[in-house]
Nanobody
Framework: QVQLVESGGGLVQAGGSLRLSCAAS????????VGWFRQAPGKEREIVAR????????YYADSVKGRFTISRDNAKNTVYLQMNSVKPEDTAVYYC??????????????WGQGTQVTVSS
C-alpha cells in the first residue's frame, strides 16, 4: 500500500518555473512506475510524464516535451516534475500516481490528492 502526497503547486507567471513533488507518505514506491497527470476544468485527465522505477525510461506528452522534466530520488521516496517555460494552458490540477502493474499499459492503483497549478498570462 502506498500513499502519495503532492506539493509545490501554486500561481506562476507564463514563462516561469515550478517544481512539483510527489512523496510517498506511507510505504515505499522505489519499485513503482510513477506518472504525473493533470486535469484542467472541463477536460479529461491526461498523462504528462512517466518514469519507471529504475528511472531508466521516461515518457513525456508532446505538449510538455522539452519544457518539463520528471525525475526521482528513491532514497527520499520522492518523484519530481520540474516545469519550465510554463504556459497558461498548463493550468490544471496535477496528480501523481504509482503503478506496479503492467497490463498492455501501466495500471495506476495509487493516486495523490492533487495540487493546483495556475499559470497567469
Amino acid at each position: 500500500q502506498v500513499q502519495l502526497v503532492e506539493s509545490g503547486g501554486g500561481l506562476v507567471q507564463a514563462g516561469g518555473s515550478l517544481r512539483l513533488s510527489c512523496a510517498a507518505s506511507k510505504g515505499t514506491f522505489s519499485t513503482y512506475t510513477v506518472g504525473w497527470f493533470r486535469q484542467a476544468p472541463g477536460k479529461e485527465r491526461e498523462i504528462v510524464a512517466r518514469i519507471t522505477w529504475s528511472a531508466g525510461t521516461t515518457y513525456y506528452a508532446d505538449s510538455v516535451k522539452g519544457r518539463f522534466t520528471i525525475s526521482r530520488d528513491n532514497a527520499k521516496n520522492t518523484v519530481y516534475l520540474q516545469m519550465n517555460s510554463v504556459k497558461p494552458e498548463d493550468t490544471a490540477v496535477y496528480y501523481c500516481a504509482a503503478s506496479n502493474r503492467f497490463i498492455n499499459t501501466w495500471v495506476y492503483d495509487y493516486w495523490g490528492q492533487g495540487t493546483q497549478v495556475t499559470v497567469s498570462s
